[in-house]
């Protein structure tokens, strides 16, 4: 009930009205400014010729570790 009066009040719609959302142009000039668009904030490039095995390499090694890990920590003689 409190909230809907603050919402209803004249100064609050005054101060959303006036809040500006806009950003600033990017300065090409500067030292930290990185190119943008696709595929370019990613550290690796997806258009070479074996990126698909690359890939799914690297997931089915960083998946099945743990669990290889586990079953030799298992089997292990002690």
Same mark, same amino acid.
């Given at each position: ?8 009040? @004249? ?10 959302? &806009?950003?600033?142009?990017? /300065? ?6 990185y190119?943008e668009? @696709?595929?370019?904030?990613i ?5 070479? #010729? ?5 890939? *799914? ?14 079953? *030799? /920590?298992?089997y #292990?003689? &002690?």
């Amino acid at each position: 009930m409190l909230s809907r009066s603050i919402i209803r009040s @004249p100064a609050t719609r005054a101060l959303i009205a006036r809040r500006g959302f &806009q950003t600033t142009r990017p /300065q090409m000039s500067s030292p930290y400014h990185y190119p943008e668009g @696709p595929r370019s904030n990613i550290p690796f490039n997806p258009l070479t #010729k074996y990126f698909a095995v690359r890939y *799914w390499s690297f997931m089915f090694v960083g998946f099945f570790a743990p669990f290889g890990l586990a079953v *030799w /920590q298992t089997y #292990k003689n &002690q």
